[in-house]
């Protein structure tokens, strides 16, 4: 009987764990379902033209391939992306500072600056939108990247 009702309890906590929304934090910070709904409103206004409406990127038939200028385009920020693969510190010093100040033009179009348009917490909630696209594996492996690049 013991055993039965433990099993019950076990059961019942995964059906919570399964159904429940990802928690998603930006530099430890959580945000809930209506910071995220801004930060969706917000990637469409400032980024959904380039990386796409769903995180898609600008070129999603080749997204990681160089164009005919030898360029690549932006990148998707979706599961098929590798923006996961960089910590929060980054993502947010790659929108407030632009590409230009860590990528080579001569690779790939540029990602503006967006320092002058947008606060730091704007920047946070779009990141925190984009981690809406990611899947709960991606989401912890760049939470751990994130805690690794705090911890330098
Ligand atoms: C004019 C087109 C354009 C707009 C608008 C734009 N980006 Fe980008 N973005 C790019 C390009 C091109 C790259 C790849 C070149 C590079 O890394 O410098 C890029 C790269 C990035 C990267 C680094 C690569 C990655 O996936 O980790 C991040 C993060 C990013 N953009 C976030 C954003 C966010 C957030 C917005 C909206 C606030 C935005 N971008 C708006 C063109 C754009």
């Given at each position: 009987m013991r055993i039965t009702a433990w099993l019950a309890v076990v059961a019942v906590t995964l059906l919570a764990a399964c159904t429940s929304e990802p928690e998603i934090r930006v530099r430890g910070e959580r945000f809930n379902d209506e910071q995220l709904a801004l930060g969706e409103q917000l990637y469409i206004q400032n980024?959904?033209?380039?990386?796409?409406?769903?995180?898609?990127?600008?070129?999603?038939?080749?997204?990681l391939q160089p164009d005919a200028t030898g360029r690549l385009g932006a990148?998707?920020?979706?599961?098929?992306?590798?923006?996961?693969?960089?910590g929060d510190g980054l993502l947010i010093r790659y929108v407030l500072e632009g590409g230009v100040s860590l990528t080579d033009p001569a690779n790939f179009y540029p990602m503006p600056a967006f320092g002058d348009q947008l606060s730091e917490t704007d920047i946070m909630t779009i990141i925190a939108y984009i981690k809406t696209m990611w899947t709960d594996e991606q989401r912890t492996r760049q939470q751990q990247v994130t805690e690794a690049e705090a911890s330098e």
């Open positions: 980024c959904a033209a380039c990386h796409g409406v769903n995180g898609e990127g600008q070129f999603p038939n080749a997204p990148p998707p920020h979706n599961a098929t992306g590798h923006t996961w693969h960089h």
